[in-house]
C-alpha cells in the first residue's frame, strides 16, 4: 500500500491567485513527479524530480513551479491561476533504483480557475 | 518521441475475458507499465513487463512482444468493479524514469 498524499483534493479559485498543491510521500522514495489529466486524456508529465534539489521539467509544458527541498515532499506552485490551469493534477513517487520501478500515485488535485 | 495505441473504448459482459492491445513506436524502449484507473480516481498499479512473455497475477495477465511493439492486457472473470480505464504506459532507458502514458482504454462491463 503506498503512502502518498495531495492535498487539497479539490480547490476551486479565482483567476490571478496563486495557489500551491502539496505532495507527500512517507516511504522514502527518491523520485517523484507531477502529472496533468484532463478529463477522459491521457497523463502528461509535467515536472520531476531525482532527488532533493534536483527538478526538471516533463513533456508538457507548464507555467508551474515545483521545488524539492526535503526528500518527502514536493509541492506544485502557480503564481498566478488562469482558467486555462482546470485539470486533474497527480503527484507520483517511484523508490528511483533505476528504469521500471513503479509509480505510486496520490490521489490528486481537482483544480478549477474560474 | 513516443506514440503509443490503444482502443478507446470496450465493452464486455461480466464473467467473461477481455483482451485490451496497446501498441508502441519509440526509441530505447525500456519496459511497459498496466495501470487501473477507475473514474475520478489516481492509476494503480497492474503491472510491468520488461521481458517478452506472458505474465499471470490472478485475474489479470499481461503480455509483451518487445519485437513487435506490442503488449495486452487480459481481463478473466470480468467483474462490475473492473468497470475503469485501463493505461499502457511505456519506459525508456536512461538515467530516470520516464513514463508516457496512452490515452487509456475504457472498459465498460455489462450484466
Known amino acids: 500500500e503506498a503512502d502518498i498524499y495531495q492535498t487539497p483534493r479539490y480547490l476551486v479559485i479565482g483567476t490571478g491567485k496563486k495557489i500551491t498543491l502539496e505532495c507527500s510521500q512517507t516511504?522514502?522514495?527518491?523520485?517523484m513527479y507531477w502529472y496533468q489529466q484532463d478529463p477522459g486524456m491521457e497523463l502528461h508529465l509535467i515536472h520531476y524530480?531525482?532527488?532533493?534539489?534536483?527538478?526538471e521539467k516533463g513533456d508538457l509544458s507548464s507555467e508551474s513551479t515545483v521545488s524539492r527541498i526535503r526528500t518527502e515532499h514536493f509541492p506544485l506552485t502557480l503564481e498566478s491561476a488562469r482558467p486555462s490551469h482546470t485539470s486533474q493534477y497527480l503527484c507520483?513517487?517511484?523508490?528511483?533504483?533505476?528504469?521500471?520501478?513503479?509509480?505510486?500515485f496520490g490521489p490528486g488535485t481537482r483544480l478549477l480557475v474560474l | 518521441g513516443q506514440n503509443i495505441d490503444q482502443p478507446t473504448e470496450m465493452t464486455a459482459t461480466e464473467g467473461a475475458i477481455v483482451q485490451i492491445n496497446c501498441t508502441y513506436q519509440t526509441s530505447g524502449f525500456n519496459g511497459l507499465f498496466w495501470y487501473q484507473q477507475h473514474a475520478g480516481e489516481a492509476p494503480t498499479f497492474l503491472s510491468y513487463?520488461?521481458?517478452?512473455g506472458l505474465e499471470e497475477k490472478g485475474r489479470f495477465s499481461s503480455f509483451l512482444s518487445r519485437s513487435k511493439g506490442y503488449s495486452y492486457l487480459l481481463l478473466k472473470e470480468l467483474q462490475m468493479k473492473d468497470s475503469a480505464s485501463y493505461l499502457c504506459a511505456v519506459t525508456l532507458r536512461g538515467g530516470y524514469q520516464k513514463v508516457t502514458f496512452g490515452i487509456g482504454t475504457k472498459l465498460q462491463v455489462i450484466p
Open positions: 513487463n520488461v521481458l517478452d
Open positions: 516511504m522514502g522514495h527518491d523520485k
Open positions: 524530480s531525482y532527488g532533493v534539489n534536483s527538478t
Open positions: 507520483a513517487s517511484s523508490e528511483g533504483r533505476g528504469g521500471g520501478e513503479t509509480q505510486y
